[in-house]
């Protein structure tokens, strides 16, 4: 039990392009998901927290404008990069939690490249 | 601010032996532990989680949990190759919505 899965797995998109990321809970509803974003060789940064039903919650410094984040079900959560960047090329990762689950599972991951 | 700290390593062991990876946090009122797997290049996997004082055993792993000390750790029996990865340690933070703060991870090589 307890899967995530994230779609695409990997994309690579032009500078200006928008980019939608969606993070799935398979056998569980997830009454919280969270986003992160992983630089090579750095650590896990969170960015936001959300709440089914409810406005995300943004980390400082994670500009809500850019990286759009709805969680419309209790089993779907969807980041949105909006006007990519090269320096927004990265390893976006969401993790659900809720369902009767203290722990976050993690989704697969994906991997931007804005060229 | 809330911390959570680990050794970066690497921390070497050789094939068949215990791994021992160490954690410490900063805020007293933590009530749930975790420690996740990360391979390179790959998402974070949940290998135990812990919520009580003393030992909690799972396989081959074993997550350690002292509350006096801040203090929790991970050991891995009989080591393989194939658990040579960065392992991170998360400690909740209290704020109702279940998020975590992570160390930056321990990275393990089991050499054969």
């Known amino acids: 039990g307890a899967v995530v899965s994230q779609h695409p797995s990997r994309v690579i998109c032009k500078s200006g392009t928008s980019v939608k990321i969606e993070c799935r809970s398979l056998?569980?509803?997830?009454?919280?998901m969270f986003w992160y974003r992983q630089f090579p060789k750095q650590s896990l940064m969170l960015m936001a927290t959300?709440?089914?039903?409810?406005?995300?919650?943004?980390e400082q410094g994670v500009e809500k404008d850019k990286f759009l984040i709805n969680h419309a079900s209790l089993t779907l959560s969807t980041l949105t990069v909006t006007s990519a960047h090269p320096e927004d090329s990265s390893f976006y990762i969401c993790?659900?939690?809720?369902?009767?689950?203290?722990?976050?599972?993690f989704g697969p991951g994906t991997r931007l490249t804005v060229l | 601010q809330k911390e959570v700290e680990q050794n970066s390593g690497p921390l070497s062991v050789p094939e068949g032996a215990i791994a021992s990876l160490n954690c410490t946090y900063s805020?007293?009122?933590?009530?749930?532990f975790f420690w996740y797997r990360q391979y390179s290049g790959k998402s974070p996997e949940l290998i135990m989680s812990?919520?009580?004082?003393g030992d909690k055993e799972d396989g081959r792993f074993t997550a350690q949990l002292n509350k006096a000390s801040q203090y929790v750790s991970l050991l891995i029996r009989d080591s393989q190759p194939s658990d040579s990865a960065t392992y991170l340690c998360?400690?909740?933070?209290?704020?109702?919505?279940?998020?975590?703060?992570f160390g930056t991870g321990t990275r393990l090589l089991v050499s054969p």
């Open positions: 056998d569980f509803q997830a009454t919280t």
């Open positions: 812990i919520y009580s004082n």
């Open positions: 993790s659900a939690s809720g369902g009767g689950y203290n722990e976050q599972f």
């Open positions: 998360a400690v909740n933070e209290r704020t109702g919505f279940q998020k975590l703060v």
């Open positions: 959300s709440n089914e039903g409810s406005k995300a919650t943004y």
């Open positions: 805020d007293r009122g933590s009530q749930s």
